[in-house]
């Protein structure tokens, strides 16, 4: 019975996460400090993909999280290049490219916003109180990067596939993330 109830959930949040991927360049409302773009980098009217992706406001980038690594405070990621098909209701779909970075945190108060999969929406988090703890978590599910000794954290609140906008300072330190929808 338990499945049954499931579903309703789930339909609630991907329907609450659809705008979040959508392929219309209205869609990113992220100028200055307001919330970030679910769009990606390096996407254009003509990338010959049959559609365009809405691009990233000034300082933000999409990134794609490997893992966190030191004391819960380096993210490494590859940056993310987006493809939206025209007329498709698929939405934006993320890939990793190039090479992997590290980025972190401008300070314990980043905020940094995450799909709550338990929640059925997304949930804002600082670094300090569980934000970078719930990314850590969910992009490593099966506990593998792990120190010795600690037991496997449950991933039960992660939504899926680790991409996020972030917006970057000079010093290439987050200041703000969110975990974004791809299909």
């Not at 314990?108 to 916003?113: D, E, N, P, R, Y």
């Not at 999969?117 to 978590?137: D, M």
Request: net charge neutral; charged share 20%; aromatic share 4%.
């Amino acid at each position: 019975m338990r499945s049954v109830r499931a579903i309703p959930a789930a339909a609630a949040l991907v329907a609450a996460l659809v705008p979040l991927a959508a392929c219309d360049p209205a869609a990113d409302t992220s100028a200055g400090d307001g919330p970030p773009s679910s769009a990606s980098p390096g996407a254009s009217a003509g990338d010959g993909k049959g559609g365009s992706c809405p691009a990233p406001a000034p300082g933000h980038k999409v990134i794609w999280v490997h893992h966190v690594e030191g004391a819960m405070n380096t993210v490494v990621a590859k940056e993310a290049k987006a493809e939206c098909r025209a007329g498709s209701q698929e939405g934006i779909s993320y890939h990793p490219v190039g090479q992997f970075g590290n980025y972190r945190p401008a300070s314990g108060s980043t905020v940094i916003t995450v799909i709550s999969k338990k929640e059925s929406q997304q949930k804002k988090l600082t670094a300090r109180n569980g934000g970078i703890a719930h990314v850590k978590t969910c992009a490593d599910p099966d506990g593998e990067q792990f120190d010795s000794g600690q037991r496997k954290a449950d991933t039960s609140d992660c939504w899926g596939l680790n991409f996020y906008d972030v917006k970057i300072d000079s010093e290439n330190r987050i200041t703000r993330m969110t975990e974004v929808y791809s299909s």
